[in-house]
């Protein structure tokens, strides 16, 4: 059973930086893609960026292209997102996801969260 444990969330001010973590454990594939989504309160859940583990080619949404950056290490088994130039509207829930499958990016496990708050 894939489980995603999210790590590194807490108050910045700001234009301050903070990286999150995500350590994967219970693989018997390569995922496809894993990623970062937040949500913010009465909001629904958003994308932030991806990562194609086959390629490395990366996404990230337009709110956050140019200060936030999705990378992983394999050794690993972890995901982060380097968040820098943070703003308030930033606050949010963030969460990691991944692919169910070797083969198409569709994402199946979730992690449980790890809460983001941009002070100004």
């Known amino acids: 059973q894939v489980q995603l444990v999210e790590s590194g969330g807490g108050l910045v001010q700001a234009g301050g930086s903070l990286r999150i973590s995500c350590a994967a454990s219970g693989y018997s594939y390569i995922p496809y893609c894993m990623g970062w989504f937040r949500q913010a309160p009465g909001k629904e859940r958003r994308d932030v960026a991806h990562i194609y583990l086959h390629t490395g080619n990366t996404w990230h949404d337009k709110t956050v292209q140019g200060r936030f950056t999705i990378s992983q290490d394999n050794a690993k088994n972890t995901l982060y997102l380097q968040m820098n130039s943070l703003k308030p509207e930033d606050t949010a829930i963030y969460y990691c996801?991944?692919?169910?499958?070797?083969?198409?990016?569709?994402?199946?496990?979730w992690g449980q969260g790890t809460q983001v708050t941009v002070s100004t």
């Open positions: 996801a991944t692919s169910s499958s070797a083969a198409s990016c569709r994402f199946g496990y």
